[in-house]
Protein backbone atom coordinates (compact mmCIF):
# COMPACT_ATOMS: atom_id res chain seq x y z
CA UNK A 1 0.00 0.00 0.00
CA UNK A 2 1.21 3.49 -0.72
CA UNK A 3 -0.63 6.79 0.06
CA UNK A 4 0.24 10.59 -0.42
CA UNK A 5 0.47 12.52 2.94
CA UNK A 6 -0.57 16.16 3.26
CA UNK A 7 2.73 18.54 2.81
CA UNK A 8 2.54 22.11 1.89
CA UNK A 9 5.01 22.05 -0.70
CA UNK A 10 6.66 18.29 -1.93
CA UNK A 11 5.37 14.99 -1.98
CA UNK A 12 5.27 12.62 1.00
CA UNK A 13 4.59 9.30 0.78
CA UNK A 14 4.23 6.93 3.17
CA UNK A 15 4.59 2.78 2.12
CA UNK A 16 3.46 -0.55 3.62
CA UNK A 17 4.16 -4.00 2.80
CA UNK A 18 4.64 -7.44 4.10
CA UNK A 19 8.55 -7.33 3.23
CA UNK A 20 11.50 -4.77 2.87
CA UNK A 21 11.05 -6.25 -1.20
CA UNK A 22 7.23 -4.99 -1.02
CA UNK A 23 7.81 -1.59 0.30
CA UNK A 24 10.28 -1.01 -2.25
CA UNK A 25 7.77 -2.55 -4.69
CA UNK A 26 5.03 -0.37 -3.70
CA UNK A 27 7.39 2.49 -3.79
CA UNK A 28 7.94 2.39 -7.55
CA UNK A 29 3.84 2.12 -7.89
CA UNK A 30 3.80 5.29 -6.36
CA UNK A 31 6.56 6.82 -8.32
CA UNK A 32 5.13 5.72 -11.49
CA UNK A 33 1.89 6.92 -10.36
CA UNK A 34 3.60 10.57 -10.42
CA UNK A 35 5.26 10.28 -13.56
CA UNK A 36 2.90 8.99 -15.95
CA UNK A 37 2.83 8.03 -19.76
CA UNK A 38 5.18 4.38 -20.63
CA UNK A 39 3.68 2.98 -23.53
CA UNK A 40 6.48 2.57 -25.66
CA UNK A 41 8.66 -0.26 -25.87
CA UNK A 42 9.29 -2.80 -22.96
CA UNK A 43 12.83 -2.24 -21.07
CA UNK A 44 14.52 -3.84 -18.29
CA UNK A 45 17.12 -2.84 -15.92
CA UNK A 46 19.67 -4.77 -13.42
CA UNK A 47 20.10 -3.01 -10.03
CA UNK A 48 22.41 -3.18 -7.57
CA UNK A 49 22.38 -0.45 -4.86
CA UNK A 50 23.61 -0.38 -1.80
CA UNK A 51 23.03 2.25 1.53
CA UNK A 52 24.82 3.00 5.12
CA UNK A 53 21.36 1.65 6.54
CA UNK A 54 17.95 1.09 5.19
CA UNK A 55 16.35 4.07 5.28
CA UNK A 56 18.75 5.47 2.76
CA UNK A 57 18.71 2.46 0.91
CA UNK A 58 15.09 3.39 0.38
CA UNK A 59 16.61 6.97 -0.90
CA UNK A 60 18.68 4.79 -3.29
CA UNK A 61 16.08 2.72 -4.71
CA UNK A 62 13.92 5.53 -5.62
CA UNK A 63 16.45 7.63 -6.73
CA UNK A 64 17.51 5.11 -9.18
CA UNK A 65 14.03 5.29 -10.90
CA UNK A 66 14.02 8.60 -11.04
CA UNK A 67 17.72 8.27 -12.61
CA UNK A 68 16.15 5.66 -15.10
CA UNK A 69 12.90 7.76 -16.01
CA UNK A 70 15.24 11.11 -17.04
CA UNK A 71 17.89 9.55 -19.03
CA UNK A 72 16.08 6.38 -20.41
CA UNK A 73 12.82 7.72 -20.30
CA UNK A 74 11.75 4.30 -18.25
CA UNK A 75 8.57 4.75 -16.47
CA UNK A 76 8.43 1.40 -14.04
CA UNK A 77 5.58 -0.96 -13.94
CA UNK A 78 7.45 -4.03 -11.90
CA UNK A 79 10.26 -5.53 -10.36
CA UNK A 80 11.61 -8.46 -8.78
CA UNK A 81 13.87 -7.62 -6.38
CA UNK A 82 16.11 -9.21 -3.33
CA UNK A 83 17.01 -7.30 0.24
CA UNK A 84 19.75 -8.42 1.75
CA UNK A 85 20.54 -6.19 4.85
CA UNK A 86 21.24 -2.93 3.44
CA UNK A 87 21.72 -4.09 -0.37
CA UNK A 88 19.01 -4.39 -3.43
CA UNK A 89 19.30 -6.06 -6.07
CA UNK A 90 17.14 -7.38 -9.36
CA UNK A 91 15.42 -6.26 -11.81
CA UNK A 92 13.19 -3.30 -12.84
CA UNK A 93 10.71 -3.54 -15.66
CA UNK A 94 8.42 -0.87 -17.17
CA UNK A 95 8.09 0.70 -20.61
CA UNK A 96 10.07 3.93 -22.40
CA UNK A 97 7.69 7.45 -22.34
CA UNK A 98 7.59 10.11 -21.73
CA UNK A 99 7.83 10.31 -17.69
CA UNK A 100 6.79 13.82 -16.31
CA UNK A 101 9.63 15.43 -14.92
CA UNK A 102 8.29 16.10 -11.90
CA UNK A 103 10.04 14.76 -8.79
CA UNK A 104 13.38 16.43 -8.86
CA UNK A 105 15.08 14.06 -5.40
CA UNK A 106 14.14 12.12 -2.76
CA UNK A 107 15.27 13.71 0.04
CA UNK A 108 16.34 12.45 3.69
CA UNK A 109 13.72 14.54 5.38
CA UNK A 110 11.73 12.24 7.72
CA UNK A 111 12.96 9.42 6.10
CA UNK A 112 12.28 5.95 7.01
CA UNK A 113 12.14 2.09 6.29
CA UNK A 114 12.01 -0.88 8.65
CA UNK A 115 10.06 -3.38 10.10
CA UNK A 116 7.11 -2.65 12.88
CA UNK A 117 4.85 -5.06 14.78
CA UNK A 118 5.32 -7.57 12.07
CA UNK A 119 4.76 -5.43 9.01
CA UNK A 120 7.32 -3.41 6.64
CA UNK A 121 6.71 0.28 6.55
CA UNK A 122 8.69 3.51 4.37
CA UNK A 123 8.05 7.39 4.08
CA UNK A 124 10.25 9.40 1.76
CA UNK A 125 9.65 13.20 1.07
CA UNK A 126 10.02 13.79 -2.66
CA UNK A 127 11.11 17.52 -3.72
CA UNK A 128 8.75 18.42 -6.64
CA UNK B 1 4.57 29.54 18.42
CA UNK B 2 3.16 31.14 21.21
CA UNK B 3 7.14 32.12 22.43
CA UNK B 4 7.20 34.29 18.85
CA UNK B 5 7.84 38.05 20.05
CA UNK B 6 6.96 41.02 18.00
CA UNK B 7 9.95 43.03 17.51
CA UNK B 8 8.20 45.92 14.99
CA UNK B 9 4.99 45.88 12.70
CA UNK B 10 6.66 43.13 10.52
CA UNK B 11 9.43 41.24 12.12
CA UNK B 12 9.15 38.61 15.11
CA UNK B 13 11.25 36.70 17.16
CA UNK B 14 11.75 32.83 18.74
CA UNK B 15 14.37 33.59 21.14
CA UNK B 16 17.10 30.64 20.81
CA UNK B 17 16.14 27.33 22.88
CA UNK B 18 17.05 23.76 22.66
CA UNK B 19 20.15 23.45 20.72
CA UNK B 20 18.92 26.50 18.97
CA UNK B 21 22.71 29.13 18.02
CA UNK B 22 20.76 31.90 16.90
CA UNK B 23 17.09 32.96 17.55
CA UNK B 24 14.52 32.60 14.68
CA UNK B 25 13.80 35.84 12.89
CA UNK B 26 10.31 35.79 10.52
CA UNK B 27 8.97 38.87 8.18
CA UNK B 28 5.32 38.40 7.97
CA UNK B 29 1.75 40.32 9.43
CA UNK B 30 -0.64 39.39 11.39
CA UNK B 31 -2.47 37.13 8.64
CA UNK B 32 0.61 35.82 7.01
CA UNK B 33 2.08 34.49 10.46
CA UNK B 34 -1.16 32.89 10.93
CA UNK B 35 -0.97 30.72 8.18
CA UNK B 36 3.11 29.99 8.56
CA UNK B 37 1.80 28.67 11.96
CA UNK B 38 -0.29 26.35 9.94
CA UNK B 39 2.09 24.02 9.01
CA UNK B 40 6.15 22.90 9.68
CA UNK B 41 7.89 25.68 8.66
CA UNK B 42 9.10 27.49 12.07
CA UNK B 43 10.14 24.11 13.46
CA UNK B 44 12.18 23.71 10.39
CA UNK B 45 13.50 27.35 11.15
CA UNK B 46 14.49 26.36 14.76
CA UNK B 47 16.07 23.43 13.00
CA UNK B 48 18.44 26.12 10.64
CA UNK B 49 19.55 27.76 13.93
CA UNK B 50 21.26 24.64 15.24
CA UNK B 51 23.56 24.65 12.38
CA UNK B 52 27.34 25.19 13.30
CA UNK B 53 28.52 28.32 12.96
CA UNK B 54 25.55 30.16 11.90
CA UNK B 55 25.17 33.69 13.09
CA UNK B 56 22.91 36.75 13.72
CA UNK B 57 19.58 34.44 13.04
CA UNK B 58 17.75 31.82 10.92
CA UNK B 59 15.71 33.95 8.90
CA UNK B 60 12.24 33.46 7.13
CA UNK B 61 10.66 35.57 4.65
CA UNK B 62 6.92 36.08 4.88
CA UNK B 63 6.58 33.67 1.67
CA UNK B 64 7.99 30.90 3.85
CA UNK B 65 6.52 27.65 4.13
CA UNK B 66 7.05 23.64 5.11
CA UNK B 67 10.06 22.14 2.82
CA UNK B 68 12.64 20.07 3.52
CA UNK B 69 15.25 20.33 6.29
CA UNK B 70 15.17 24.01 5.36
CA UNK B 71 12.08 25.65 5.56
CA UNK B 72 11.47 26.89 1.77
CA UNK B 73 11.48 31.10 1.98
CA UNK B 74 14.10 30.77 4.73
CA UNK B 75 17.71 32.30 4.68
CA UNK B 76 21.06 31.48 7.08
CA UNK B 77 24.37 32.60 7.09
CA UNK B 78 27.22 30.42 8.61
CA UNK B 79 30.91 32.52 9.56
CA UNK B 80 33.63 31.45 7.53
CA UNK B 81 35.89 29.92 6.98
CA UNK B 82 34.58 26.94 9.72
CA UNK B 83 30.76 27.17 9.65
CA UNK B 84 29.22 24.92 7.54
CA UNK B 85 27.80 24.93 4.43
CA UNK B 86 24.73 22.50 3.83
CA UNK B 87 23.49 21.43 0.19
CA UNK B 88 19.84 21.11 1.45
CA UNK B 89 19.68 24.65 2.41
CA UNK B 90 20.52 25.47 -1.08
CA UNK B 91 18.10 22.70 -2.39
CA UNK B 92 18.10 19.99 -5.21
CA UNK B 93 16.97 22.82 -7.50
CA UNK B 94 20.49 24.76 -7.09
CA UNK B 95 20.15 28.21 -8.76
CA UNK B 96 16.22 27.79 -9.74
CA UNK B 97 15.55 31.26 -10.13
CA UNK B 98 13.81 33.86 -12.20
CA UNK B 99 14.38 36.12 -15.52
CA UNK B 100 12.45 38.57 -17.04
CA UNK B 101 12.30 40.08 -20.44
CA UNK B 102 10.68 43.42 -21.71
CA UNK B 103 9.64 43.37 -25.55
CA UNK B 104 9.54 46.35 -27.45
CA UNK B 105 5.59 46.58 -27.44
CA UNK B 106 2.68 47.07 -25.31
CA UNK B 107 -0.33 45.12 -25.11
CA UNK B 108 -2.90 46.57 -27.59
CA UNK B 109 0.08 46.54 -30.22
CA UNK B 110 0.11 42.06 -29.55
CA UNK B 111 -3.51 41.91 -30.11
CA UNK B 112 -5.32 39.10 -31.36
CA UNK B 113 -1.31 37.39 -31.50
CA UNK B 114 -1.09 36.42 -27.69
CA UNK B 115 -2.23 33.12 -28.43
CA UNK B 116 -0.10 32.38 -31.57
CA UNK B 117 3.07 33.84 -29.24
CA UNK B 118 2.08 31.98 -25.92
CA UNK B 119 1.57 28.56 -28.67
CA UNK B 120 5.06 29.27 -30.07
CA UNK B 121 6.87 29.56 -26.79
CA UNK B 122 5.10 26.53 -25.55
CA UNK B 123 6.99 24.33 -28.91
CA UNK B 124 10.14 26.23 -28.15
CA UNK B 125 10.35 25.85 -24.78
CA UNK B 126 9.71 21.99 -24.01
CA UNK B 127 9.34 21.01 -20.30
CA UNK B 128 11.45 18.06 -20.59
CA UNK B 129 9.45 14.96 -20.98
CA UNK B 130 10.93 12.00 -22.80
CA UNK B 131 13.12 13.23 -25.80
CA UNK B 132 11.31 16.14 -27.24
CA UNK B 133 13.24 18.95 -27.80
CA UNK B 134 16.09 17.91 -25.64
CA UNK B 135 19.73 18.78 -27.64
CA UNK B 136 22.36 16.99 -26.07
CA UNK B 137 25.82 19.14 -25.50
CA UNK B 138 29.06 16.69 -25.80
CA UNK B 139 31.21 16.67 -22.65
CA UNK B 140 33.54 19.29 -23.23
CA UNK B 141 30.54 22.14 -23.97
CA UNK B 142 29.34 21.12 -21.10
CA UNK B 143 32.37 21.22 -19.09
CA UNK B 144 32.30 25.14 -20.86
CA UNK B 145 28.74 25.32 -19.53
CA UNK B 146 29.81 24.43 -16.01
CA UNK B 147 32.25 26.31 -16.06
CA UNK B 148 31.57 29.66 -17.61
CA UNK B 149 27.79 29.53 -17.70
CA UNK B 150 25.98 31.61 -20.79
CA UNK B 151 29.05 32.91 -21.48
CA UNK B 152 29.87 29.31 -23.09
CA UNK B 153 26.56 29.08 -25.33
CA UNK B 154 27.01 30.21 -29.10
CA UNK B 155 25.40 33.72 -29.83
CA UNK B 156 24.95 34.97 -26.44
CA UNK B 157 24.27 38.60 -26.12
CA UNK B 158 26.85 40.47 -23.74
CA UNK B 159 23.74 42.39 -22.42
CA UNK B 160 21.77 39.61 -21.32
CA UNK B 161 25.07 38.14 -19.27
CA UNK B 162 25.40 41.49 -17.73
CA UNK B 163 21.72 41.89 -16.61
CA UNK B 164 22.24 38.47 -14.62
CA UNK B 165 23.13 37.93 -11.56
CA UNK B 166 26.82 37.43 -11.03
CA UNK B 167 26.98 38.01 -14.55
CA UNK B 168 25.79 34.07 -15.19
CA UNK B 169 28.76 32.97 -13.56
CA UNK B 170 29.85 31.68 -9.76
CA UNK B 171 33.45 31.85 -9.32
CA UNK B 172 35.01 28.38 -8.06
CA UNK B 173 33.21 26.38 -10.34
CA UNK B 174 34.74 23.28 -10.84
CA UNK B 175 33.35 20.56 -13.37
CA UNK B 176 35.28 18.09 -11.97
CA UNK B 177 33.10 18.36 -8.83
CA UNK B 178 30.15 17.39 -10.65
CA UNK B 179 29.09 13.18 -10.91
CA UNK B 180 28.91 11.10 -14.00
CA UNK B 181 25.49 10.56 -13.07
CA UNK B 182 24.67 14.07 -12.84
CA UNK B 183 26.40 14.76 -16.23
CA UNK B 184 24.47 11.84 -17.77
CA UNK B 185 20.88 13.70 -15.96
CA UNK B 186 21.43 16.77 -17.48
CA UNK B 187 23.52 17.10 -20.64
CA UNK B 188 20.83 16.95 -23.19
CA UNK B 189 18.39 19.03 -20.79
CA UNK B 190 19.47 22.52 -21.37
CA UNK B 191 16.85 24.89 -22.78
CA UNK B 192 14.14 22.97 -20.71
CA UNK B 193 11.92 24.04 -18.33
CA UNK B 194 10.80 21.36 -16.01
CA UNK B 195 7.58 20.10 -13.86
CA UNK B 196 5.53 21.83 -10.85
CA UNK B 197 6.30 25.91 -10.22
CA UNK B 198 7.89 26.09 -13.00
CA UNK B 199 6.76 28.48 -16.03
CA UNK B 200 7.14 30.79 -18.89
CA UNK B 201 4.24 33.23 -18.42
CA UNK B 202 3.49 36.15 -21.17
CA UNK B 203 2.52 39.06 -18.93
CA UNK B 204 1.49 42.62 -19.41
CA UNK B 205 2.60 45.58 -16.84
CA UNK B 206 -0.42 46.54 -15.24
CA UNK B 207 1.07 49.50 -12.90
CA UNK B 208 4.10 51.43 -12.22
CA UNK B 209 4.56 51.53 -8.39
CA UNK B 210 8.16 53.56 -8.64
CA UNK B 211 8.05 55.13 -12.17
CA UNK B 212 11.44 56.25 -11.97
CA UNK B 213 13.06 52.88 -11.15
CA UNK B 214 10.66 50.97 -14.06
CA UNK B 215 12.06 53.17 -16.31
CA UNK B 216 15.79 52.75 -15.39
CA UNK B 217 14.65 49.12 -15.37
CA UNK B 218 13.48 49.76 -19.26
CA UNK B 219 9.94 48.94 -17.93
CA UNK B 220 6.73 51.18 -19.30
CA UNK B 221 2.89 50.30 -17.95
CA UNK B 222 1.18 48.36 -20.60
CA UNK B 223 4.33 46.71 -21.55
CA UNK B 224 4.40 43.19 -22.72
CA UNK B 225 7.19 41.23 -20.97
CA UNK B 226 8.22 37.58 -20.70
CA UNK B 227 8.82 35.75 -17.09
CA UNK B 228 11.14 32.39 -16.93
CA UNK B 229 11.06 30.59 -14.33
CA UNK B 230 13.49 27.27 -13.94
CA UNK B 231 16.39 26.21 -12.81
CA UNK B 232 19.62 23.38 -13.19
CA UNK B 233 17.34 20.57 -14.09
CA UNK B 234 18.25 17.12 -13.01
CA UNK B 235 22.46 17.95 -13.21
CA UNK B 236 21.53 20.31 -9.75
CA UNK B 237 18.98 17.92 -8.24
CA UNK B 238 21.89 15.31 -8.71
CA UNK B 239 24.36 17.32 -7.44
CA UNK B 240 22.84 17.96 -4.20
CA UNK B 241 21.81 14.27 -4.07
CA UNK B 242 24.95 13.09 -4.29
CA UNK B 243 26.51 15.85 -1.54
CA UNK B 244 23.81 15.42 0.82
CA UNK B 245 24.64 12.04 1.06
CA UNK B 246 28.45 12.34 1.13
CA UNK B 247 27.93 15.16 4.21
CA UNK B 248 25.37 12.60 5.85
CA UNK B 249 28.18 9.51 6.10
CA UNK B 250 30.37 12.09 7.45
CA UNK B 251 28.75 13.63 10.17
CA UNK B 252 29.79 12.18 12.91
CA UNK B 253 33.50 12.56 11.67
CA UNK B 254 32.65 16.15 12.07
CA UNK B 255 31.03 15.77 14.97
CA UNK B 256 27.59 17.73 13.70
CA UNK B 257 24.46 16.64 15.76
CA UNK B 258 21.73 17.52 13.79
CA UNK B 259 17.86 17.48 14.43
CA UNK B 260 17.62 16.45 10.65
CA UNK B 261 19.19 14.35 8.53
CA UNK B 262 18.58 16.31 5.45
CA UNK B 263 20.16 19.27 7.16
CA UNK B 264 23.64 17.02 6.17
CA UNK B 265 26.64 19.56 6.40
CA UNK B 266 30.22 20.17 6.71
CA UNK B 267 32.51 22.60 7.42
CA UNK B 268 32.77 25.12 4.34
CA UNK B 269 36.74 24.64 4.68
CA UNK B 270 36.48 21.05 4.43
CA UNK B 271 37.44 18.59 1.72
CA UNK B 272 33.46 17.96 1.58
CA UNK B 273 32.47 21.73 1.79
CA UNK B 274 34.62 22.99 -0.65
CA UNK B 275 34.01 20.27 -3.19
CA UNK B 276 30.35 20.59 -2.51
CA UNK B 277 31.17 24.59 -3.14
CA UNK B 278 32.60 24.03 -6.00
CA UNK B 279 29.67 21.16 -7.86
CA UNK B 280 27.11 23.88 -6.64
CA UNK B 281 28.84 26.78 -8.59
CA UNK B 282 29.07 24.81 -11.76
CA UNK B 283 25.14 23.80 -11.54
CA UNK B 284 24.37 27.30 -10.77
CA UNK B 285 26.13 28.16 -14.01
CA UNK B 286 24.50 25.25 -15.61
CA UNK B 287 20.88 26.93 -14.33
CA UNK B 288 22.16 30.28 -15.72
CA UNK B 289 22.97 29.05 -19.25
CA UNK B 290 19.11 26.82 -18.88
CA UNK B 291 17.49 30.30 -18.69
CA UNK B 292 20.04 32.00 -21.39
CA UNK B 293 18.65 28.67 -23.44
CA UNK B 294 14.86 28.93 -22.35
CA UNK B 295 15.69 32.74 -23.20
CA UNK B 296 16.51 32.23 -26.59
CA UNK B 297 14.01 30.06 -27.26
CA UNK B 298 11.48 32.85 -26.30
CA UNK B 299 12.99 35.02 -28.80
CA UNK B 300 12.99 32.76 -31.54
CA UNK B 301 8.97 32.20 -31.01
CA UNK B 302 8.47 36.07 -30.61
CA UNK B 303 10.45 36.03 -34.05
CA UNK B 304 8.47 33.72 -35.80
CA UNK B 305 5.38 35.44 -34.50
CA UNK B 306 5.88 39.04 -33.70
CA UNK B 307 9.17 39.33 -36.35
CA UNK B 308 13.08 39.54 -36.46
CA UNK B 309 13.12 42.83 -35.10
CA UNK B 310 10.64 42.91 -31.78
CA UNK B 311 12.76 39.46 -30.83
CA UNK B 312 16.06 41.89 -31.07
CA UNK B 313 14.23 44.30 -29.29
CA UNK B 314 13.30 41.69 -26.85
CA UNK B 315 16.35 42.77 -23.43
CA UNK B 316 16.68 41.05 -20.73
CA UNK B 317 15.14 43.21 -17.53
CA UNK B 318 17.57 40.78 -14.93
CA UNK B 319 18.14 37.48 -14.28
CA UNK B 320 17.92 36.48 -9.93
CA UNK B 321 19.00 32.93 -8.76
CA UNK B 322 16.58 32.19 -5.51
CA UNK B 323 18.24 28.60 -4.41
CA UNK B 324 21.85 29.31 -3.79
CA UNK B 325 25.03 29.78 -1.58
CA UNK B 326 27.13 32.71 -1.81
CA UNK B 327 29.96 33.47 -0.19
CA UNK B 328 29.55 37.39 0.99
CA UNK B 329 30.61 39.96 3.72
CA UNK B 330 28.22 41.49 5.84
CA UNK B 331 28.89 43.32 8.85
CA UNK B 332 32.78 42.81 8.45
CA UNK B 333 32.25 39.31 8.59
CA UNK B 334 33.23 36.29 5.82
CA UNK B 335 30.00 34.46 5.49
CA UNK B 336 28.17 31.75 3.02
CA UNK B 337 24.70 32.78 3.09
CA UNK B 338 22.11 29.97 2.14
CA UNK B 339 19.27 31.38 0.33
CA UNK B 340 16.86 28.71 -0.26
CA UNK B 341 13.67 29.93 -2.10
CA UNK B 342 15.29 33.59 -0.90
CA UNK B 343 16.34 36.33 -3.47
CA UNK B 344 19.03 38.36 -2.92
CA UNK B 345 18.07 42.08 -3.15
CA UNK B 346 21.21 44.09 -2.52
CA UNK B 347 20.50 48.26 -2.27
CA UNK B 348 21.55 51.08 -4.78
CA UNK B 349 25.43 51.31 -4.48
CA UNK B 350 26.39 48.11 -4.44
CA UNK B 351 28.90 47.14 -7.26
CA UNK B 352 27.36 43.78 -7.45
CA UNK B 353 24.76 45.09 -9.66
CA UNK B 354 24.88 46.11 -13.60
CA UNK B 355 26.10 49.76 -13.77
CA UNK B 356 23.02 51.23 -15.53
CA UNK B 357 20.95 49.81 -12.24
CA UNK B 358 23.46 51.23 -9.64
CA UNK B 359 21.42 53.93 -8.76
CA UNK B 360 17.81 52.53 -8.36
CA UNK B 361 19.33 48.41 -6.74
CA UNK B 362 19.09 45.85 -7.87
CA UNK B 363 16.26 43.89 -9.74
CA UNK B 364 14.29 41.04 -8.11
CA UNK B 365 11.03 39.20 -9.47
CA UNK B 366 8.21 37.88 -7.66
CA UNK B 367 6.58 35.78 -9.00
CA UNK B 368 2.98 35.20 -7.81
CA UNK B 369 0.48 31.87 -9.02
CA UNK B 370 -1.13 31.35 -12.19
CA UNK B 371 -3.71 33.83 -12.56
CA UNK B 372 -2.71 36.39 -10.29
CA UNK B 373 0.06 38.68 -10.44
CA UNK B 374 3.68 38.75 -10.09
CA UNK B 375 6.10 42.14 -9.06
CA UNK B 376 9.36 43.40 -10.02
CA UNK B 377 11.19 45.06 -6.33
CA UNK B 378 14.23 46.67 -5.96
CA UNK B 379 16.72 45.97 -3.32
CA UNK B 380 16.83 48.39 -0.28
CA UNK B 381 19.50 48.88 2.41
CA UNK B 382 17.18 47.39 5.10
CA UNK B 383 17.96 43.88 3.88
CA UNK B 384 21.67 44.36 4.44
CA UNK B 385 21.06 45.59 7.54
CA UNK B 386 18.18 43.40 8.69
CA UNK B 387 18.22 40.02 6.19
CA UNK B 388 21.99 39.67 4.29
CA UNK B 389 21.02 41.13 1.80
CA UNK B 390 17.87 38.88 1.07
CA UNK B 391 14.41 39.21 0.12
CA UNK B 392 11.08 37.00 -0.79
CA UNK B 393 11.22 34.62 -3.70
CA UNK B 394 7.70 34.12 -4.32
CA UNK B 395 4.00 33.80 -3.04
CA UNK B 396 4.61 30.72 -1.29
CA UNK B 397 2.84 27.61 -0.97
CA UNK B 398 -0.53 27.46 1.84
CA UNK B 399 -2.44 24.54 0.29
CA UNK B 400 -0.83 21.29 -0.58
CA UNK B 401 -1.17 19.58 -4.03
CA UNK B 402 -3.42 17.38 -2.83
CA UNK B 403 -5.42 20.08 -1.53
CA UNK B 404 -5.46 22.00 -4.52
CA UNK B 405 -6.77 18.85 -6.35
CA UNK B 406 -9.64 18.90 -4.09
CA UNK B 407 -10.41 22.22 -4.35
CA UNK B 408 -10.02 22.85 -8.38
CA UNK B 409 -10.02 20.66 -11.44
CA UNK B 410 -7.71 21.13 -14.29
CA UNK B 411 -9.89 21.55 -16.70
CA UNK B 412 -12.27 24.01 -14.54
CA UNK B 413 -9.32 25.98 -13.65
CA UNK B 414 -8.17 26.07 -17.53
CA UNK B 415 -12.00 27.20 -18.24
CA UNK B 416 -11.78 30.15 -16.00
CA UNK B 417 -8.18 31.42 -16.27
CA UNK B 418 -9.30 31.41 -20.32
CA UNK B 419 -12.59 33.16 -19.91
CA UNK B 420 -10.09 36.10 -18.37
CA UNK B 421 -8.54 36.11 -21.58
CA UNK B 422 -5.66 34.28 -20.22
CA UNK B 423 -4.06 31.52 -22.70
CA UNK B 424 -3.03 28.27 -21.44
CA UNK B 425 -0.58 25.73 -22.75
CA UNK B 426 0.10 22.94 -19.98
CA UNK B 427 -0.27 19.08 -21.20
CA UNK B 428 -1.01 17.61 -17.26
CA UNK B 429 -4.33 18.82 -16.15
CA UNK B 430 -3.85 17.33 -12.75
CA UNK B 431 -0.76 19.55 -12.86
CA UNK B 432 -2.49 22.70 -13.80
CA UNK B 433 -4.56 21.97 -10.84
CA UNK B 434 -1.40 21.33 -8.32
CA UNK B 435 -0.36 25.19 -9.33
CA UNK B 436 -4.10 26.70 -9.04
CA UNK B 437 -4.07 30.22 -7.44
CA UNK B 438 -6.10 29.52 -4.25
CA UNK B 439 -2.95 26.61 -3.43
CA UNK B 440 -0.63 30.31 -3.18
CA UNK B 441 -0.49 32.94 -0.15
CA UNK B 442 -1.61 36.68 -1.66
CA UNK B 443 1.61 37.84 -3.34
CA UNK B 444 0.43 41.80 -2.50
CA UNK B 445 -0.06 40.98 0.86
CA UNK B 446 4.01 39.42 0.29
CA UNK B 447 5.53 42.00 -1.39
CA UNK B 448 4.06 44.54 1.02
CA UNK B 449 5.40 42.82 4.05
CA UNK B 450 8.98 42.92 2.10
CA UNK B 451 8.48 46.74 1.77
CA UNK B 452 7.47 47.47 5.12
CA UNK B 453 10.36 45.81 6.68
CA UNK B 454 12.38 47.79 4.12
CA UNK B 455 13.96 44.98 2.29
CA UNK B 456 12.88 45.72 -0.86
CA UNK B 457 9.91 48.38 -2.36
CA UNK B 458 7.81 47.75 -5.28
CA UNK B 459 8.57 48.66 -8.86
CA UNK B 460 6.01 47.27 -11.09
CA UNK B 461 3.19 45.16 -10.60
CA UNK B 462 2.75 42.45 -14.38
CA UNK B 463 -0.58 40.56 -14.72
CA UNK B 464 -0.03 36.97 -16.82
CA UNK B 465 -1.74 37.21 -20.61
CA UNK B 466 -0.36 33.54 -21.09
CA UNK B 467 1.39 30.73 -19.32
CA UNK B 468 3.07 27.38 -20.24
CA UNK B 469 3.47 24.87 -17.83
CA UNK B 470 5.20 21.65 -17.77
Redesign the interface.
Known sequence: MYR?V??????EVELEAGSAEGVLLEALHAFADLV??GDGEKLERQVVLSA?DLP?LLAAWL?ELL?LA??E?LVPDGAELRVAGTTVEGVVRGRR??????V????????RFGPRDGVWTGRV?L?? | MSELVRIDETTWELPAREGMRVPARVFADDEILAEIEGDLSLDQLCNVATLPGVVEAAIAMPDIHQGYGFPVGGVAATELPDGVVSPGGVGYDINCGVRLLALPLSEPELGDRREALVHEISRAVPAGAGKHGRRALAPTALDAVLHDGPRALPGVREDDVERTESRGRLEGADPAAVSERARLRGHDQLGTMGSGNHFVELQVVEQLLDEASARTFGLAAGQVTVLVHSGSRGLGHQVCTDYVKLMDAQLARYRIHLPDRQLACAPASSVEGRRYLAAMAAAANFAWANRQAIADGVRRAVAAVLGADVARGTEQVYDVAHNVAKVETHGGRRVCVHRKGATRAFPAGSDEIPAAYRDVGQPVFIPGSMGTASFVLAGEPGALERSFGTTCHGAGRRLSRTAARKRVQGSELRRELEARGIVVRCPSPKGLAEEAPLAYKDVDRVVRVVEQAGLARRVARLTPLGVVKG
Not at chain 1, 97 to 102: A, F, H, I, Q
Not at chain 1, 104 to 110: F, Y
Request: glycine share 10%; hydrophobic share 35%.
Open positions: FEHTAELDGGADFETQGEPRPLKAVTLHRLVDV
